[in-house]
T-cell receptor
Framework: AQSVTQPDIHITVSEGASLELRCNYS??????LFWYVQSPGQGLQLLLK??????LVQGIKGFEAEFKRSQSSFNLRKPSVHWSDAAEYFC????????????FGSGTKLNVKP | DGGITQSPKYLFRKEGQNVTLSCEQN?????MYWYRQDPGQGLRLIYY???????QKGDIAEGYSVSREKKESFPLTVTSAQKNPTAFYLC???????????????FGEGSWLTVV
């Protein structure tokens, strides 16, 4: 069965420090991969997505993610975190051939220290 | 502007009442979804619909019902059979597979339901 794992429930980083949020998936083929961000009491906003091609994808707000097939991972990175990045981040997988089925990780809550 | 509109943002329900959460999208997406999110937890799929007049149960459909009479609308009813309905509810939609934008899922702003 398909699954998405975000091993870190909470992460705290200092403002200006680099960030990496981990995501691993279990799927028999190459899925579609996504990262979303959620501020408290709000919906999920798409940060970036990977369908095919270049395994390093750029997103909004200075985020990027790298797809590593050998590790079944799609980690999210940002070189310098801003206080406004404090939020919860969700990794998700879209699973062909049922293109309308999505699986979400349990989320990583990011705190940013001044 | 195109998007997904959920209403109301906050809703209070008395024990034994049914309540309906509205979800409307003007993105011309075929598929629509309802997710439930509890504090500190991820998203759990309640129902989804890939086309009008058709929908499927997700992982936690018990105590909920939906309808899909129009492409742009996918209301969720939380029935009195749902024993613990207090949660944040998210509606979402996605375009058909094969389009150039892929099958990305987009979300509304969510609705808070509290049982009083």
């Amino acid at each position: 069965a398909q699954s998405v794992t975000q091993p870190d429930i909470h992460i705290t980083v200092s403002e200006g420090a680099s960030l990496e949020l981990r995501c691993n998936y279990s799927y028999g083929a190459t899925p579609y991969l996504f990262w979303y961000v959620q501020s408290p009491g709000q919906g999920l906003q798409l940060l970036l997505k990977y369908f095919s091609g270049d395994t390093l994808v750029q997103g909004i707000k200075g985020f990027e993610a790298e797809f590593k097939r050998s590790q079944s991972s799609f980690n999210l990175r940002k070189p310098s975190v801003h206080w406004s990045d404090a939020a919860e981040y969700f990794c998700a997988v879209g699973a062909p051939p049922n293109f309308n089925k999505f699986y979400f990780g349990s989320g990583t809550k990011l705190n940013v220290k001044p | 502007d195109g998007g997904i509109t959920q209403s109301p943002k906050y809703l209070f329900r008395k024990e034994g009442q049914n309540v309906t959460l509205s979800c409307e999208q003007n993105l011309n997406h075929d598929a629509m979804y309802w997710y439930r999110q509890d504090p500190g937890q991820g998203l759990r799929l309640i129902y989804y619909s890939q086309i009008v007049n058709d929908f499927q149960k997700g992982d936690i459909a018990e105590g909920y019902s939906v309808s899909r009479e129009k492409k742009e609308s996918f209301p969720l009813t939380v029935t009195s059979a749902q024993k613990n309905p207090t949660a944040f509810y998210l509606c979402a939609s996605s375009p058909p597979a094969g389009r150039h934008s892929g099958n990305t899922i987009y979300f509304g702003e969510g609705s808070w339901l509290t049982v009083v």
